[in-house]
C-alpha cells in the first residue's frame, strides 16, 4: 500500500514564526500536492510538484512556498504565519498519468493552528 | 469553468436505510470523477471513481455511485447505511489548470447515520 506520512499531527505557532510541514511519500510516485482543508470551502490546492526540484503554484499559494529536494519528500513553509492560516493541511501524491487515472493518495493531515 | 458540486451540508440517514450523496460538476471533455471519504482527524481516502464504461461504479465498503452524463451527476449511494459510515463524502473531478492535471473538490457532505 502506498504511505504517505505527514510527521506532525498538530502543531500550535504564534503570529510571525516560520513554519515547516514535511511530506515523504514511499512509493516513488513524481507528483506531489499541498491542499488546505477548511469547512465548507472542501480542498484547495496550494502547491504541487511534478519532479524534483519543480513547483507549480495551485489556488491558493500566496502566504506560502514549497520544497522538493528529493523525490520522496515535499514540504510546505509558511515564511510567517497567520491567524488566518489556521488550517488541515493535506499532503497527496500519486504517480505519473500513464498508467494512471488520477486518484490522489492522502496523509493523514496536519492541523496548525497559529496564536 | 471546472467546478464540483455538493448541494448538501450534511445527510442525515437512518441505519439500515438507503443513503444517496448527492454531486454534480462541470468539466470540458469526458469527465473522471471521484468519491473520498474522512473520518475525524484522519486523511481522505479514495472510494470510487468513474473514467469510462458502466455508469454505476462500485467501491469500497459497499459504496456505488451512479455516473449520468445528460445530469452531469455523479450521485455516491449505499443500499444499507451504517452507523460507522458516518465521515465527511468529498466529490472530485480530474481539470486541468496551466497544462497539468488536478483534482478539484466540492465542498463535503457530512453524513449522520443515525442507529
Known amino acids: 500500500d502506498v504511505k504517505v506520512t505527514q510527521s506532525s499531527r498538530y502543531l500550535v505557532k504564534r503570529t510571525g514564526e516560520k513554519v515547516f510541514l514535511e511530506c515523504v511519500q514511499d512509493m516513488d510516485h513524481e507528483n506531489m500536492f499541498w491542499y488546505r482543508q477548511d469547512p465548507g470551502l472542501g480542498l484547495r490546492l496550494i502547491y504541487f510538484?511534478?519532479?524534483?526540484?519543480?513547483?507549480e503554484k495551485g489556488d491558493i499559494p500566496e502566504g506560502y512556498s514549497v520544497s522538493r529536494e528529493k523525490k520522496e519528500r515535499f514540504s510546505l513553509i509558511l515564511e510567517s504565519a497567520s491567524t488566518n492560516q489556521t488550517s488541515m493541511y493535506l499532503c497527496a501524491s500519486k504517480p505519473t498519468p500513464l498508467g494512471n487515472t488520477g486518484e490522489l493518495f492522502f496523509g493523514e493531515g496536519s492541523r496548525l493552528t497559529v496564536l | 469553468a471546472q467546478s464540483v458540486a455538493q448541494p448538501e451540508d450534511q445527510v442525515n440517514v437512518a441505519e439500515g436505510n438507503p443513503l444517496t450523496v448527492k454531486c454534480t460538476y462541470s468539466?470540458?471533455?469526458?469527465?473522471?470523477l471521484f468519491w473520498y471519504v474522512q473520518y475525524p482527524n484522519r486523511g481522505l481516502q479514495f472510494l470510487l471513481k468513474?473514467?469510462?464504461?458502466?455508469?454505476l461504479v462500485k467501491g469500497s465498503y459497499g459504496f456505488e455511485a451512479e455516473f449520468n452524463k445528460s445530469q452531469t451527476s455523479f450521485h455516491l449511494k449505499k443500499p444499507s447505511a451504517l452507523v460507522s459510515d458516518s465521515a465527511l463524502y468529498f466529490c472530485?473531478?480530474?481539470?486541468?489548470?496551466?497544462?497539468?492535471?488536478?483534482?478539484?473538490f466540492g465542498a463535503g457532505t457530512r453524513l449522520a447515520v443515525h442507529p
Open positions: 472530485a473531478v480530474r481539470g486541468i489548470s496551466g497544462g497539468y492535471n488536478k483534482l478539484i
Open positions: 468539466v470540458s471533455g469526458n469527465p473522471y
Open positions: 510538484s511534478y519532479d524534483v526540484k519543480m513547483k
Open positions: 468513474y473514467i469510462t464504461g458502466d455508469n
